[in-house]
């Protein structure tokens, strides 16, 4: 019997549960296998050259289908981790930047006004080994598959909701494979850095065609921003510049202009957006969409007036529609510090032909026209910053 194994740290709150979201975050084997399996698409593209459908069947046969039968391994997941290690729903939070990247698992309590977790987690700070146990005949690459898929959750993912976001971030801090050492965690920003750019080269080269889900490629962008000894106090930075950039402000009557949660003036960057999307809620036709709609859909907005304009795919019911974010954020804890990997995964923003709804006062289609630039603007704003890939 062989087997692999993972250990990793939970650096960031995890909002990982089953059916009892509220008082029971958990660590999920069937949730941990769907990561792997995401992360398994996102490398093996480039290893079939861009060939979507040897892609399929690799995933099929490794992962288990109707067709192909059972997985070639099986998970498990041992941890440590007790309830006094679980918070449960309700622990106020006074950091905006990481409030506004939690948002739906971090909201405003109606009754209190105060800002808290709407559902429970597990603590930053604990460890958990997942074992991968290999059927006899798996062949040589699919072990590949399975390590390569372990360690890019350790370098660029997370576990749970809003694990795009930075929340969940795990690092990989051994990978064993029959007792045999693969993997020892990166000690230093530099140690990272060349982690991840062996990672890239060893995947293949890379096609210069957009991919059609979010996977690797020459498009792909992987920045390190240098940070903070504490994980949160970097997650919140993170956040804080994500809303300079983002956010219109609200208007405050005593500071006479718009301003960010922290009192700090908004920089409107994005006015254009906000002015399209107020006239669609009074009734103008709208042709075309926020540019804002990158970072993910659905991408809504209310305003001070009670306006409501809901953006979405235009094929999707609106309740379930979503554009998950291509812009991965992953908190990696170093030594004496810990950094930022922001990976930003380019790739087809929605199928070919799909376009975009805009519910504001009537509904309206518009083209599809992303500009993955604005979010690469936007990673440009951390000034202490090292470009991974493309290498310049």
């Not at 959750?153 to 694990?163: A, E, M, N, P, T």
């Not at 498009?219 to 919140?236: E, F, R």
């Not at 960057?269 to 993910?296: M, Q, S, Y």
Request: contains cysteine.
């Amino acid at each position: 019997m062989s087997i692999i194994n993972a250990r990793y740290k939970i650096i960031t709150p995890m909002f990982m549960a089953g059916a009892n979201q509220r008082d029971l975050a958990e660590l999920r084997p069937p949730s941990f296998k769907g990561v792997l399996r995401f992360w398994f698409r996102a490398t093996a593209l480039p290893y079939f050259n861009n060939k979507l459908e040897r892609v399929k069947e690799a995933e099929k046969k490794l992962f288990g289908s109707v067709d192909t039968g059972k997985a070639r391994f099986s998970l498990k997941i041992e941890h440590r981790i007790g309830d006094n290690q679980v918070v449960k729903a309700g622990q106020k939070w006074n950091k905006h930047g990481i409030a506004y990247l939690g948002y739906g698992v971090i909201g405003r309590n109606r009754f209190n006004r105060q800002v808290e977790n709407t559902r429970s987690y597990i603590r930053q700070g604990n460890t958990f080994t997942v074992s991968l146990i290999l059927k006899p005949d798996v062949s040589d690459e699919e072990r590949l598959f399975l390590k390569r898929s372990l360690i890019a959750l350790g370098l660029f993912g997370g576990l749970g909701s809003r694990s795009r976001k930075g929340f969940g971030s795990v690092n990989l801090q051994s990978l064993t494979e029959d007792d045999r050492e693969a993997w020892v965690a990166p000690k230093t920003v530099d140690e990272v850095e060349d982690r991840i750019k062996n990672f890239i080269r060893e995947l293949g080269p890379l096609s210069d065609k957009m991919p059609q889900y979010s996977a690797f490629s020459e498009h792909t962008s992987v920045t390190i921003v240098n940070g903070n000894i504490d994980p949160l106090k970097l997650l919140d930075e993170i956040g804080k510049e994500m809303l300079r950039y983002r956010s219109y402000g609200h208007y405050s009557k005593r500071e006479g202009k718009y301003i960010l949660p922290w009192k700090e003036p908004a920089l409107q960057i994005f006015k254009d957006d906000h002015d399209l999307v107020l006239k669609a809620a009074r009734g103008n036709k709208p042709d075309t969409h926020p540019e804002r709609v990158v970072f993910g859909l659905p991408h809504n907005y209310r305003f001070s007036t009670g306006e409501y304009v809901r953006i979405f795919p235009e094929n999707k019911n609106e309740n379930t529609a979503q554009r998950a974010s291509p812009l991965f954020i992953h908190i990696h804890e170093l030594e004496d510090d810990c950094v930022a990997v922001l990976t930003l995964l380019t790739a087809q923003f929605l199928p070919p032909g799909e376009r975009i709804k805009i519910i504001g006062r009537g509904s309206h289609i518009v083209n599809t026209n992303v500009n993955y630039n604005v979010i690469l603007d936007f990673i440009k704003r951390f000034p202490d910053r090292i470009q991974v890939y493309p290498q310049k």
